[in-house]
Every structure is written in C-alpha cells, then in structure tokens.
C-alpha cells in the first residue's frame, strides 16, 4: 500500500522560503508514469495545484506560482520536496503531496494527511 507523508515546518516567516518534504511509501517515486504532486487548500477555499513531479523528475507548475515554486525529488530517500520563495499570510494553507498513475492531480490515487503552514512573523 503506498503511502505519502508530508514534513517541515509549520511556521514559516513573511519573505522566508517554504520548504515542504513528501516522504512515500510502499511505492517507488521513479515507477513508470507515476505522478508525484503538491496541493495547498487556503482556509476557506478550495483545493489549489501547485505543481507536479513525474517518474523521469519532469516538473510542471501552476502559473500563477510558477515564480515562486521549486519540486525536486531525492530518489535515495523516495521523496519529493516543495520549495515555495518569498511567502506571505496568503500562503497559509494545509499542504498536501498527492500522486499515482495519472497526470491529473484531481485523480491522485494516493494522498497524504497534510499539513498545516502557517505564514506569520
């Protein structure tokens, strides 16, 4: 059974870089047309795609914080880490690494617990 856990910290200072590490499971993040992705949900709002890591370590990112956002993945370690810059309070959101077989995120098989970041000083 694959399982994905999401780590870091859960305040984060206005200006400073995010960093958010997805730790899975029972599963290999390099499997063939597996799709490894991070999603925040803003309190209040809805779901909210940030950006996807494929099995070859392509990424794609939303473009409204494509600026701001880096996914990379260590294969050692079977994890895939968020990096978001220059957060502000409207970063604050439950984040969650989420993936499977398909490209599409809303249709991620497998999801983590998520995990609440606060943006304060």
């Known amino acids: 059974q694959v399982q994905l856990q999401e780590s870091g910290p859960g305040l984060v200072k206005p200006s400073q870089t995010l960093s958010l590490t997805c730790t899975v499971t029972g599963g290999s993040i390099t499997t063939n047309y597996y799709y490894w992705n991070w999603i925040r949900q803003p309190p209040g709002k809805g779901l909210e795609w940030m950006g996807t890591i494929d099995y070859g370590g392509a990424t794609d990112y939303s473009p409204s914080l494509k600026s701001r956002t880096s996914i990379s993945r260590d294969t050692s370690k079977n994890q895939f880490t968020l990096q978001l810059r220059f957060v502000t309070p409207e970063d604050t959101a439950v984040y969650y690494c989420?993936?499977?077989?398909?490209?599409?995120?809303?249709?991620?098989?497998?999801w983590g617990q998520g995990t609440q970041v606060t943006v304060s000083s």
């Open positions: 989420a993936g499977g077989p398909t490209p599409g995120w809303v249709d991620s098989k497998y």
